[in-house]
């Protein structure tokens, strides 16, 4: 009876299987064993035979057979870690925002025009009437690939930073001042973010704002750069930093001290023994609690980034004597809210589901730390 290559190797004891760096380790101690034993250096065993051997003869030292297929897994803060919680932030933020454009169409609207769009119901109502159903996707692609652009730059340079500051503060202080780490880290990753998605924020906002003034970013951002010049898309930057720093130091920070409280007083079972259902259920509703928090501390700056974007020349001070300072802080404040804290409590529900796709542990509670090769 004949036997394939793999149901031979599925007849060996499964502990004889390794991984390369099991396998140098116990050629270790088969030379340990060698030198100890000199007949064992005549021995002709089987046993003898190398992984590499099956394939080529350059290696006569290793007696263990491969494993039929070991799938890698990422290490913690090495370069693949970076560029999986990268791709995981292009998704979270590009498909969230993308879906909430409706909503974050009429919040524009009403803050933008408040004596026409007085509500929530009657802005959808007065949007369906003027444009119809594909009136509420209006600059969904300058959404799309703006937010996709900001989610890598957010979350990628987010885990970056955390660790680098970490590093900076050592063990003891890392701990002692972890809240301070995660503003620290959330604040300088959203400077680079707002730099990728704000010439799409200006681009988006016109679009939605101005009815006739372009279908999409293809011909959109053409004609405003032909109306307000190339560093025109970046009118708009500081009060978006103004907007998305406190919002993103308010969704990093709260989210981690939310989760880690969840770990520590509501849920009984530690966070590694938890199943994976659990763990990204938590990071929806801690998501969604930060996502709040986030809507309230940034939406001053929130209304400016509307009404900059919008006016052809306009100043901070023009929207301030225009909207007033209780407008600021009011005007489309419970439709952000809910929009706001959906979108968080998505992200991260969505952020901590690529990352388990990839072999990560979800974001909070305890974090197992960056594994060091040992040294033979």
């Not at 974050?104 to 025009?113: A, G, H, P, Y």
Request: with cysteine; hydrophobic share 40%.
């Amino acid at each position: 009876m004949a036997f394939s290559d793999n149901s031979r190797r599925s007849l060996i004891p499964s502990f004889l299987y390794s991984s390369e760096s099991s396998s140098k380790k116990l050629i270790d101690l088969d030379r340990f064993a060698t030198n100890r034993n000199p007949m064992l250096r005549f021995s002709s065993s089987p046993a003898s035979i190398s992984p590499s051997s099956l394939s080529s003869s350059s290696s006569k030292n290793n007696f263990l057979i491969p494993a039929p297929s070991e799938p890698g897994k990422i290490e913690l803060y090495s370069p693949a870690f970076y560029a999986a919680c990268t791709a995981s932030g292009i998704v979270s933020c590009g498909l969230t925002h993308m879906a909430v454009t409706p909503l974050d169409l009429v919040k524009c609207n009403m803050q933008i025009d408040p004596a026409k769009y007085k509500g929530i119901s009657s802005g959808f109502g007065i949007l369906l009437k003027e444009q119809g159903v594909k009136g509420f996707f209006r600059g969904w692609v300058p959404t799309l690939l703006g937010y996709s652009a900001q989610g890598a730059c957010k979350f990628g340079f987010y885990e970056f930073f955390k660790k680098y500051y970490s590093d900076i503060a050592g063990p003891e202080y890392a701990t002692k001042y972890k809240t301070l780490i995660y503003l620290a880290g959330s604040a300088s990753a959203e400077v680079i973010a707002d730099l990728a998605l704000c010439p799409f924020e200006a681009v988006k906002v016109r679009v939605q704002t101005q009815p006739g003034f372009a279908r999409g970013l293809s011909d959109g951002l053409p004609k405003f750069i032909k109306s307000e010049g190339a560093l025109g898309l970046y009118k708009g930057l500081v009060p978006l930093w103004g907007r998305q720093i406190p919002y993103t130091m308010m969704k990093f920070v709260s989210f981690e001290t939310i989760v880690e409280m969840l770990y520590k007083y509501a849920i009984p079972t530690p966070k590694d023994q938890c199943s994976k259902t659990l763990q990204l259920g938590v990071s929806l509703g801690g998501g969604y609690v930060a996502g709040v928090l986030c809507a309230i501390v940034s939406h001053p700056a929130d209304n400016l980034v509307s009404f900059l974007n919008n006016a052809k020349g306009a100043t901070v001070g023009d929207a301030v004597k225009n909207l007033g300072v209780w407008g600021l802080f009011t005007r489309g404040l419970p439709l952000r809210i809910f929009m706001i804290g959906t979108l968080t409590g998505a992200q991260w529900g969505i952020y901590d589901a690529c990352k388990v796709f990839f072999g990560l542990p979800t974001t909070g509670g305890v974090t197992p730390p960056a594994t060091v090769p040992a040294k033979v």
